[in-house]
């Protein structure tokens, strides 16, 4: 492994793993602050890559530009769909397992669209991924409560949680539809790159400067989020005296160039088999911290559903049976 691979493996667990925490600040200061961040991270990626990527305009590009408009089309859906989510009582625990299960997805419209079909096994690792998600969701829907106080007149207060897990309902089905979306521009995205060559950068960068007009209509609920974080205790930042969701802000856009700036480097200077690894990991080092730090509520049942979440998807990859035959003592590799 070289040196660039190495940093970046490093970049992904500190970009990526970071980017989780700040994002849980964000929501945790505002939970209706998801559609803000998203936009913020699409101008961040759009600014950057118009500089690089786009050469301020001047650069050709390698794929059409419709293309590329069904290909944003989907991206956005799914990007604010999922940081949407945040605002209907989902914990970030239970956010990043079900994303988590995007295998299943992309093995669902594999067999629709694609009339794709697979080994028993894969099809053994969808259902754990799919068992481990629905154990989840089962225990999390027991604690779904909206910030807000509790409501003296117990018939009130039965009322009002019943409202919240309605809502929970809501963001659980708005994760379920973002999952799919992304899993349509998966399979939409590999016939692009086999038709036109790869170009990753170029797509990073279009996806994240088109959507901006879809921004819009938004304009309201990003400018009442904004007022929102300015209202903010202030806090010292390098220097700086800023309102401290304005500080979260900040720092996830950051980190989130990082996170994919450090995936797409790996892309291209590890095998498959290392990246799927390296992300698997993040992943789950992220929800360790998440639980840990910010002591978010996660029972044995959690527990189960994640290891099989985790399991599965290490299956489907075949990360368990290459993981282990990297251990393998080089002489009963050549028996076998």
Same mark, same amino acid.
């Given at each position: 492994?070289?040196?660039?691979?190495?940093?970046?493996?490093?970049?992904?667990?500190?970009?990526?793993?970071?980017?989780?925490?700040?994002? /849980?600040?964000?929501?945790?200061?505002?939970?209706?602050?998801?559609?803000?961040?998203?936009?913020?991270?699409?101008?961040?990626? %759009?600014?950057?890559?118009?500089?690089?990527?786009?050469?301020?305009?001047?650069?050709?590009?390698?794929?059409?530009?419709?293309?590329?408009? @069904?290909?944003?089309?989907?991206?956005?859906?799914?990007?604010?769909?999922?940081?949407?989510?945040?605002?209907?009582?989902?914990?970030?625990?239970?956010?990043?397992?079900?994303? %988590?299960?995007?295998?299943?997805?992309?093995?669902?419209?594999?067999?629709?669209? @694609?009339?794709?079909?697979?080994? %028993?096994?894969?099809?053994?690792?969808?259902f754990m991924i799919s068992a481990g998600i629905a154990i989840c969701t089962i225990q999390s829907s027991g604690d779904v409560k909206a910030p807000r106080e509790t409501h003296e007149d117990a018939a009130e207060e039965e009322k009002l949680k019943f409202i919240d897990w309605l809502w929970w309902c809501l963001g659980i089905a708005i994760l379920t539809f973002a999952l799919f979306v992304s899993a349509r521009m998966g399979i939409f995205q590999e016939s692009l790159y086999s038709k036109f060559g790869k170009h990753p950068w170029e797509a990073l960068y279009y996806t994240h400067l088109l959507p901006l007009v879809i921004w819009l209509?938004?304009?309201?609920?990003?400018?009442?989020?904004?007022?929102?974080?300015? /209202?903010?205790?202030?806090?010292?930042?390098?220097?700086? %005296? @800023?309102?401290?969701?304005?500080?979260?802000?900040?720092?996830?856009?950051?980190?989130?160039?990082?996170?994919?700036?450090?995936?797409?480097?790996?892309?291209? /200077?590890?095998?498959?088999l290392v990246v799927t690894l390296t992300v698997t990991l993040r992943k789950f080092v992220s929800l360790l911290f998440s639980i840990l730090y910010f002591r978010n509520p996660f029972t044995l049942g959690h527990w189960l559903g994640t290891l099989l979440v985790f399991l599965g998807t290490m299956i489907f990859t075949e990360l368990l049976q290459k993981t282990v035959y990297l251990f393998v003592p080089k002489d009963k590799k050549k028996v076998q």
């Open positions: 492994m070289n040196i660039k691979a190495a940093l970046a493996i490093g970049m992904v667990f500190v970009g990526c793993c970071s980017n989780v925490v700040f994002l /849980e600040f964000v929501v945790k200061e505002d939970p209706g602050a998801g559609n803000l961040a998203t936009f913020l991270q699409f101008l961040f990626i %759009a600014a950057i890559g118009f500089c690089t990527v786009g050469k301020f305009g001047t650069a050709k590009r390698n794929i059409p530009f419709k293309q590329y408009l @069904l290909l944003v089309g989907f991206f956005w859906t799914s990007s604010v769909a999922n940081n949407y989510a945040f605002d209907f009582n989902i914990p970030m625990p239970l956010h990043m397992i079900f994303r %988590a299960g995007s295998l299943m997805a992309n093995m669902a419209m594999g067999v629709w669209i @694609l009339k794709k079909q697979y080994p %028993a096994i894969k099809y053994l690792s969808i209509p938004t304009t309201p609920n990003i400018l009442n989020h904004v007022n929102i974080a300015f /209202e903010t205790p202030v806090v010292d930042f390098l220097g700086f %005296a @800023l309102p401290r969701q304005v500080v979260w802000l900040i720092l996830y856009v950051c980190t989130q160039g990082l996170c994919i700036s450090a995936v797409y480097v790996l892309t291209t /200077e590890c095998a498959s």
